[in-house]
């Protein structure tokens, strides 16, 4: 059964760099038909899909965060990363890491599709304003 | 503001039906599947339906969901307490507000 499990700080600075790693458990992550997704979710608000890496190390972010936005893969430790610079208080929120669908041809995978499944159980970044 | 349109909170007894509805534009459910999540108080998100109408082994066949044009439908039969969530649709990197189902 696939697990995944969010790892990093609680806690972040205001102007400092957010970097949360998600490990992947229970199947490699280099598998031809997913990406790996970040979503958040602030406190008492709605998600937000962050970014999707896939193994190869391709990448698709959400435009309202991609210029400070890194993600990366791990793929001989079935890791994958998050870096999320210049972080405000509008950044605090629980982040979920979660398989994400790839959209595939009969010879390849050209991008990430329209579903997350499974999740992560969340980790709670704050950050004080 | 989300970019996909839910009705904040919907509500029914046990045993009833319910409809949830999601919309949104031709960049998003026009042209791509959507899928559906249960979210149960302090916990992550669980993937209802997939692929605007499949559902994931182990979900009960009283979940379902439909597509048509720009929108989508979840629909919860036979009612339970359990059912009490909020529920999300999504498709192509966008999510729906949420919608909170109380079961009265």
């Known amino acids: 059964q696939l697990q995944l499990q969010e790892s990093g700080p609680g806690l972040v600075k205001p102007s400092e760099t957010l970097s949360l790693t998600c490990t992947v458990s229970?199947?490699?992550?280099?598998?031809?038909?997913?990406?790996w997704g970040w979503i958040r979710q602030p406190p008492g608000k709605g998600l937000e899909w962050i970014g999707s890496?896939?193994?190869?190390?391709?990448?698709s972010y959400n435009p309202s965060l991609a210029s400070r936005l890194t993600m990366s893969v791990d793929t001989s430790n079935d890791q994958f990363s998050l870096r999320l610079t210049s972080v405000t208080a509008a950044d605090t929120a629980v982040y979920y890491c979660a398989r994400h669908e790839a959209l595939c041809t009969s010879s390849d995978c050209y991008g990430p599709g329209n579903w997350f499944d499974p999740w992560g159980q969340g980790l709670l970044v704050i950050v004080p304003s | 503001q989300s970019v996909l349109t839910q009705p904040p909170s919907v509500s029914a007894a046990p045993g009833q039906k319910v409809t949830i509805s999601c919309s949104g534009s031709?960049?998003?459910?026009?042209?791509?599947?959507v899928a559906w999540y249960q979210q149960l108080p302090g916990t992550a998100p669980k993937l209802l339906i997939y692929d605007s109408d499949q559902r994931p082994s182990g979900i009960p066949d009283r979940f379902s969901g439909s597509k048509s044009g720009t929108s989508a439908t979840l629909v919860i039969t036979g009612l339970q307490t359990g059912d009490e969530a909020d529920y999300y649709c999504?498709?192509?990197?966008?999510f729906g507000g949420g919608t909170r189902l109380t079961v009265l």
């Open positions: 031709t960049s998003n459910i026009g042209t791509n599947h």
């Open positions: 229970g199947g490699p992550i280099n598998r031809r038909s997913y990406y």
């Open positions: 999504g498709t192509a990197g966008v």
């Open positions: 890496i896939y193994y190869r190390g391709s990448t």
